[in-house]
């Protein structure tokens, strides 16, 4: 069973950039896909960005296409969310997920193990 610990969240004004990162212990975390989700107030909890476990799958939402990339060092147990031109709308709890054996699934029922989450802020 593997943990799942976001950092990296923060105030940034819009057009920024921040890095989310995913760290993960308790498993072998070669062997997982991990996804990222986002959650504003009062709305429902978003795909944004996954990768597959062999890592060479990738996928995204359309609102972030472009400007998110996701990466994985399988060294560091750690999954990344490069975030850029950021936008007010980007605001939201961001929170990672990961499925064993998965691919770079956009649903969030396919994920069995969710970190806490970290706050993003993006002022205008």
């Known amino acids: 069973q593997v943990q799942l610990v976001e950092s990296g969240g923060g105030l940034v004004q819009a057009g920024g950039s921040l890095r989310l990162s995913c760290a993960a212990s308790?498993?072998?975390?070669?062997?997982?896909?991990v996804g990222w989700f986002r959650q504003a107030p009062g709305k429902e909890r978003k795909f944004v960005a996954a990768?597959?476990?062999?890592?060479?799958?990738?996928s995204y939402a359309d609102s972030v296409k472009g400007r998110f990339t996701i990466s994985r060092d399988n060294a560091k147990s750690t999954v990344y969310l490069q975030m850029s031109s950021l936008k007010p709308e980007d605001t939201a709890v961001y929170y990672c997920?990961?499925?064993?054996?998965?691919?770079?699934?956009?649903?969030?029922?396919?994920?069995?193990?969710w970190g806490q989450g970290t706050q993003v802020t993006v002022s205008s």
């Open positions: 990768v597959s476990w062999s890592g060479d799958i990738t």
């Open positions: 997920a990961a499925d064993w054996r998965g691919s770079a699934w956009s649903r969030l029922g396919e994920y069995d193990y």
């Open positions: 308790g498993g072998t975390f070669s062997g997982y896909a």
